[in-house]
């Protein structure tokens, strides 16, 4: 037999869980914090991609595959929603699990703050509306090993200091 | 012509001597045993470390499906005595956000989406249609499928944690085994 009943059940859940994960850009993200004259404090999806979207192909080892993340560098969403003389950035998940950038960080790796996997924007239920990728993962890098707590999922805060 | 033994440089070994080359023998036997066995092991022991880290982010994710439903509650309840818009969407994100948790890198995520998904769809769904002027019934309803949640949750959590705990007890009676095994041939050799 091809497909064993087990695997069968993991499809059928995961082509449910694809149907019914409706991914929307209505999501908003707070900024708090070192926030840059004139910006919002709730920013849409849309605001965010505005800066520059960018997409690249590239290995998840918590996917344990290659997808299309689209989003924007964390460096320019800096630049653009904070004010000058930031030097931190901490971005917490719906959790309420909190990760910190420094610049050095952000100006020495491309981190990016992806708002789309494969062509499509991310809900809650699919690791959205933003999660952060560091691209061109290899495991043999003991640099990109112990980088991997920082790629979070389900961001839903940042704030600049 | 006679052979002058110190002159010639041909020397026969001193019986002391004679008697340590069975302990070098066994001491590089040890020695090979200990490196023949590392090498064997190392990808399995890999497979074991990747096993070990996705089990305990599956306990992490799995109590997060549990933290993420019952603040999904408490924001729902809230919303409705506040009437607050937002904090039904926020109960919904809360519902959402643990599905993307069952659905992330998970150790055995059947026994999981068999029971917990249908239930937290069902929330949803109760949610997403009642909005704010929830009903006695629709409430009772809600509350019995959190009430499964958390009892499903709590026995996948376990059963994790017993499946590492088990691991964990294979892996230290084989490194004992090993150890025996070393401590018998040192033995050995100190007696030769």
Do not use: C
């Not at chain 2, 090979?32 to 992490?60: C, N, P, V, W």
């Amino acid at each position: 037999m091809l497909h064993s009943p087990k695997l069968v059940t993991t499809g059928f859940f995961l082509f449910l869980f694809a149907v019914v994960s409706v991914a929307d850009d209505s999501a908003q993200v707070r900024l708090v914090g070192e926030v840059a004259q004139g910006m919002d404090y709730r920013l849409s999806i849309q605001q965010i991609e505005s800066i520059g979207l960018i997409e690249i192909e590239s290995y998840s080892p918590y996917d344990k595959r290659a997808d299309r993340f689209a989003g924007v560098w964390l460096d320019q969403l800096v630049a653009h929603f904070g004010k000058p003389e930031v030097t931190r950035v901490t971005m917490r998940t719906i959790d309420d699990y909190e990760v910190e950038f420094t610049p050095s960080e952000w100006k020495n790796s491309r981190i990016l703050m992806v708002t789309r996997v494969n062509g499509k924007h991310i809900s809650f239920a699919t690791k959205g509306p933003i999660r952060i990728i560091i691209p061109g993962y290899d495991p043999r890098e003991k640099a990109h090993q112990v980088s991997l707590p920082k790629w979070i999922w389900m961001i839903t805060r940042m704030e600049f200091r | 012509m006679d052979m002058d033994d110190n002159q010639n440089g041909v020397q026969i070994a001193p019986p002391s001597m004679v008697r340590m080359v069975p302990f070098l023998v066994l001491i590089l036997f040890g020695i090979g045993i200990y490196y023949f066995h590392s090498l064997e092991h190392i990808a399995e022991r890999l497979t074991e470390s990747e096993q070990t880290m996705k089990m305990a982010d599956s306990i992490r994710h799995t109590l997060k499906v549990s933290i993420l439903n019952l603040r999904a509650s408490e924001a729902y309840l809230t919303a409705l005595s506040t009437e607050d818009e937002e904090l039904v969407n926020d109960a919904l994100n809360y519902m959402e956000a643990s599905l993307g948790f069952i659905f992330s890198e998970y150790v055995d995520v059947e026994p999981l989406a068999d029971r917990v998904v249908p239930l937290i769809r069902e929330n949803i769904h109760l949610i997403e249609t009642q909005g704010l002027a929830a009903t006695d019934e629709r409430m009772q309803k809600l509350q019995q499928n959190l009430n499964t949640l958390y009892r499903e949750v709590a026995q996948r959590e376990m059963s994790i944690w017993i499946t590492l705990q088990e691991d964990f007890i294979q892996f230290q009676s084989n490194e004992y085994r090993l150890q025996l095994v070393y401590q018998f041939v040192a033995a050995i050799a100190l007696v030769f």
